[in-house]
């Protein structure tokens, strides 16, 4: 009989072996999740391992099986939302854009979250930040309405210092909220039109497909009425 794969037993795995495993539960979890669902116990302890990177990956495996099954990984997120203040940048990241899968396939588990996840928008490190923009886009999918409160957030996104990960994101969020509620983008207007001349070639293309997709939409409603 051949043996279990290692990740069967993350405990007894240490390192770059352990890194992979959950790497590799984190794909399976993805596409399966029925074939990981026993180590999900393990996987949600490791959001408080030691380690960084392995608390990153579990956050990433955690958001790959929670978009498949949410109601599955509800129970990690307390600690999820811990990790918002996390040391490592890159732990913040990964907590940010695992909320957001989890909140675009069961909106509710993450609603009251969200003036946390809002609030890393000024964290000191840009990915930290664009992954606020990524997790608010999956949430927006299905709630837009939600975030008509964090326009003022969005918009000082268009003019953030950084032009490598943040300006290049950050006119999506109202593309995507424009596509489904054009009405509560309106204000943002006058900035995406600013953003046209932005020195990141991909801010102003990103602001132009914020501005078609507010203004199909917005004729889409017109002629339905």
Known sequence: MAEPPAWHDL???TGKALAQAVATIARLGYREPA???AVLPEVMGLLNHPEADIRARSCWALGQIGFRRPAWVAEALPSLAMLLADDAPAVRAQALWALGRLGRAEPALVEALLP????CATDPNPQVR???IWA???IATVRPEWFAPYLPVFLALLADPDTRYVRPEAPEIF???G???????QAA?????ASLNDECRVTRIHAQGALNAIQKARASRVSHT
Request: aromatic share 0%; no cysteine.
């Open 136 to 138: 608010s886009e999956n």
């Open 189 to 193: 207007i006058p900035a995406l039109t």
């Open 130 to 132: 664009m992954n606020v």
């Open 35 to 37: 074939t990981v669902a």
């Open 179 to 185: 596509k489904r509620r054009p009405d509560l983008v």
């Open 11 to 13: 405990s007894s795995l």
């Open 116 to 119: 946390r996840l809002l609030a």
């Open 175 to 177: 593309r995507v909220i």
